[in-house]
């Protein structure tokens, strides 16, 4: 079982935490538009398909909010990762938003990679949910 104070714990925390902090720049507007404006309009288009995955979309929920609460809430939980502060409610929250991509990326008809790439980030997420705590030593 994974352990939170072994080195594998810790890269996957960072390295995660990382990816999820980038990808939450490059997908807000804030950031996204300056900095990355090529893989940010990729985003914004494809954020038009996957917002149909979401289940009240009768409140008339537009792909861009849809886009833009998904970078924040990546943004925030790979901080919270890297500083290793709440890493297993940031943990959880992004192994439920990695199974929620891999259902947007099959509803858009996206290459299964995508798909592959979301359930796999889901996993390993789901691991960090149950790292067994740090040894005390008397």
Not at 100 to 108: G, I
Request: hydrophobic content about 45%; charged content about 15%.
């Amino acid at each position: 079982m994974l352990r939170e104070d072994s080195v594998l714990h810790t890269a996957i925390r960072c390295i995660c935490g990382l990816y999820f902090m980038l990808q939450g720049f490059v997908q807000t507007d804030a950031v996204g538009k300056i900095l990355f404006p090529n893989i940010h309009n990729v985003f914004v288009v494809n954020y038009k398909e996957y917002v149909r995955s979401i289940p009240w979309q009768h409140n008339n929920i537009t792909g861009d909010t849809f886009r833009q609460f998904n970078g924040c809430t990546m943004l925030i939980c790979g901080f919270l990762l890297v500083l290793n502060k709440y890493v297993k409610v940031s943990s959880f929250v992004m192994h439920v938003m990695a199974l929620w991509s891999v259902y947007a990326h099959m509803l858009a008809s996206d290459s299964t990679y995508m798909a592959v790439c979301g359930g796999v980030i889901s996993t390993l997420m789901l691991f960090m949910c149950f790292a067994q705590k740090k040894e005390k030593e008397d």
